[in-house]
Every structure is written in C-alpha cells, then in structure tokens.
C-alpha cells in the first residue's frame, strides 16, 4: 500500500487542486483563515478610521478652541459666574479628547498619535493660559490661603486670650481662709460638711481646724501655724515658709517649702518636692473629741510614715539633704485646742 | 507591612490595649486604677515612678501604666506613649487653683505626635467632694471644645472614692479602642 502511494505521489502534485481533495480542503480553510486578517486589516478599519479619526478630532479641537476664545473675551462682569463651569467643561472635553487619542492608539500610524498628543498639550496649555488670565485663580488661591492662615492664628490668639480670662469667671473660691495677717483663725467641721478647705495667702497667723475634712489646699503661708483635725483625702501644701503644720491625713504632699516643721499622721508615704530645710516629727494635736475624729477617718493608728518621706528632688538611696527628722528636743511636744479656743 | 500593620495584627491577636494614665499630681490616678481593679485604695502613696496593672476588661486584656503626676517626673511621661492606644486625663475636679495648670499640662500631652490617635477618657475626678466642678464646667475650663476634630475624647465624672463612673468610663474607652483597632472582628 505504501509502496503503491510514494509511486503515485509525484504524479498527483502536479495537479494538487483537483487530483488531491484533502491537500485542497486544507489549502482552503489556509486561505479562509487568513482571510479575515486581511480583510479586517485593510479593508475596514485603518484607512477609513484613521481619516474618520482626524476629522473628529480636528472637530473636537476646533469646538474646544472656539470655546476658549469665548471664555477669553467675555469680559462682562456677570458670566464670571458660568465663566468657571464653561472653563471646566472645556477641560473635560480636552480629557474626552485625550482619552479618545488613548482609545484609537493601536491603529493609528505612530506620526498621528504623536501629532495628536502634541495638539492636546497645546490645547492644554491655552486653557490654562485662559483661565489664569480671566480668573486669576492661582494669586487668589494663594492669597485666600494666606488670609485663612492668617484668621487660624487670630483665632487661636482670640481663644487663648479667652482661656486666660475663663477660669476667673467660672472657678468660684472654695470656702477658706485668705489673705490676712496676725490673725487667729479657727473653724470646727461637723461630721455633715466634709468639705474641702483652702488656706492661701496668709501672714503670720495661726490657723486651728478641728473636726473631719475631705481635703485641704494650702498656699502660700508665711510664718503660720496650722492645727488641722484629720483630712480624709489629701493634703496639698505649697509655696510655704518659716511655718509650722500639724496635720493628720491619708496623703499629704508638699511642694516649694522652705524651713518648716511638719508634725504628720499620714497613711501613706508623705512627699516633698523643691523643698528645703523641712522637718518632720509625729502628730501631737489633741482637741476634745479628736479620738472620734481620727476613728471615723481611719486615722486613729500611728503608722510611723511621717519618717517616710520621700524627696522627688533627690531620686537616690542616701538620706535627701532637704529634710530631716525634728529632734525631740527641739519638738513642741503637743498642741492642745481647747474648747474655749475654738 | 508596614509596622502599624504587625503590631495591629499582634495586637489583635492577643487583644490587648495599652492604657495611659496621667495627670497632675494628687487627682487620683493610682486610686482609680486600684478601685477598678477592686484593690484596697485606703493607703495609696504618691507615685514615685510608675505602676503597671494588667486587668482582663470584658474580652480585652488592658496594660494600665499609671504614671506618677508630680512636677518632677512629669518630663518622663514621654516615655510611656509609644503604642499607647488610651489615654486617660484625670482631673482633681475640687482642685481648682491648678486647673490651669491641669489645663497646661493636658494641651501640651496632646500636641505630643505619638498620642495622636490615642482615644482620649478624661475623668473628672473627686465627685463625690462637696464643691467640685462639674463635667461641664471641667470641660469649658480645660477647654476641651478647643480639642483637635479628629480626638475621639469623652469626659466623665467619677469617683475614685466610691467607684461611681469608673466603669462608665472604661466602658467607653474600651469600646472606643475596640472599633478603631479590631475593627475586622
């Protein structure tokens, strides 16, 4: 059979088309196949669309030029208004005509694109030029930010300028003792009025609180003496000199004294801070019911913390220079208020 | 990845959230976090330094840093805020001498870039002491209405004493971290 086939072979080629029905068949689907390519190629697309291309795109480049000159020289005060909406759909037709160049690129001849592009630039260019000289819209941003930057300070100017003055109009006193020189000054507090007590601003004078408190406050004192009963919270003591205080409390931290004796119960470690020359001895006021008072506080047991004190100035493991234990014999050795005193 | 990516995803793993306490002294921070964590508050002794307490808070694991708030150790709360998700403010709502000082010293935490997306609770503290501020008189006298639009930032009135608003605040915070960070759960 082979045989048969090789022999016959050179005869049949001489006549494919007709003596060779499957050499045909294939020659012909080639030819089909190809044929789209070339019929697409050619025949529809480039030319025509290339020309269809360009003609829109001239259109489209004419409208938008025209468009611009309108903007240009409208100089009528009243379209300034629409001047900007006309301005901006200028230049969103420039972008459709940038992105119908992007869309028809992979046919079109490489010298068109580039021509194109180039046009769009241009087109660009005097849209800006345009608008930069019918809104002068650059300076004016510019200058509107610098003006807003500017009202940001001022009203940050304005709102310190208020926080300043808020506090003195919404903090009322506390209910205290101020203000005053050679005086004795003495309250009793009821077990209903565990309050809070300011001290501040006194001159040698003697202060003598006796019954409960939440807190007390105490500033500035010079030359004072202050007896207080036990304070259930804490005690805050600053900016005081040459003074003597006798205080019961759950904390009690100092700050800025220089040169005082502190006669403390505390319940916990008692701190000072920007001290100096301090000392510090145990609690010795006794007053008719003050057994009660220091019960009902949680203050009736000496815990020794009074010798605890911890110097935040002097953050290290020998002894801070800034206070000391008072020696006994230079203690006052206990306060008495009488109820006559009171 | 960037790194705030990892340490979200550790983060999210473990549930935890880095809590900030401070303020200035005596407003009661170390009594807060003991109270909410049902300690004995009755001795408490100024902060000396820094506490740590990790207290499970619902499904959350929270790192507490209490922080000392006297003068001289307020330069080292610089240390604590990186990572910080929270950001506790308390206030000593009786001590109204320092609020301006207390004012001072919470703008200046809050310029502070590492605490820029920390969820701010202030605690206006001491309620239950008889001439304290309100919440809303703390708020215009901190000026908190002054505060950056993109804070999320809540006050509220408490008690250490008593423990009244605590929860009410951790409450908040908790939530308010939760739905920044474990946004996916």
Known sequence: MEGEEDLSNPIKTLDPASSHPKHTAMLERLSNRKQPFLSRNPDSHPFESTNSFLSRFSQSKHSIDSDLTRCRQSTDPDSKSTLKSDLEAVSISISDLEKLVAENSYFLPSYEVRTCLQTISSLKQS?????????????????????????????????????????????????????????VLVKEFK?????????????????????CLRAIFIHRLKNCK??????F???????????????????????????????????????????????????????????????????????????NVDDFKWLKAVQSPNWEILPESESVGGVIILNSDK | MGLLSIIRK??????????????????????IVLKINGEDTSVISPTLGFNIKTIAYNKYTLNIWDVGGQRTIRSYWRNYFEQ?????????????????????????????????????????????????????????????????KTRHWKIIGCSAYTGEGLLEGFDWLVQDIASRIYVLD
């Open chain 2, 10 to 31: 550790i983060k999210r793993k473990e549930k935890e959230m880095r809590i900030l306490m401070v303020g200035l002294d005596n407003s009661g921070k170390t009594t």
């Open chain 1, 226 to 231: 202050v007896y207080t009963g036990p304070v």
């Open chain 1, 233 to 307: 919270g804490s005690v805050l003591i600053e900016e005081v000199e040459g003074c003597v205080f006798v205080l019961a409390s759950h904390q009690i931290r100092v700050h800025h004294a220089r040169a005082s004796d502190f006669y403390l119960r505390v319940r916990s470690r008692p701190i000072i801070e920007d001290c100096s020359g301090v000392r510090f001895a145990p609690y010795c006021l006794s007053y008719d019911g003050i057994e009660r008072d220091l019960k009902e506080s949680n203050l009736d047991e000496e815990t020794g913390n009074w010798a």
């Open chain 1, 191 to 211: 077990g209903s009025e565990m309050g809070e007590f300011s001290i501040s601003d006194l001159n040698s004078c003697e202060v003598r609180l006796t019954g």
């Open chain 2, 84 to 148: 910080t998700d929270g950001l506790v403010w308390v206030v000593d709502s009786s001590d109204l001498r320092r609020l301006d000082d207390c004012k001072f010293e919470l703008h200046n935490l809050l310029k502070e870039e590492r605490l820029s997306g920390a969820s701010l609770l202030i605690f206006a503290n001491k309620q239950d002491i008889q001439g304290a501020l309100s919440p809303d008189e703390i708020t215009k006298v901190l000026n908190l209405e002054a505060l950056d």
């Open chain 1, 127 to 183: 849209l800006e030029n345009v608008t930069s000289e019918v809104v002068p819209k650059k300076k004016f941003a510019f200058k509107s930010k610098k003006a807003s930057s500017g009202v940001v300070d001022k009203t940050e100017i304005e709102n310190h300028e208020i926080d300043l003055e808020k506090p003195s109009f919404i903090v009322p006193d506390l209910p205290g003792f101020r203000n005053m020189e050679n005086e």
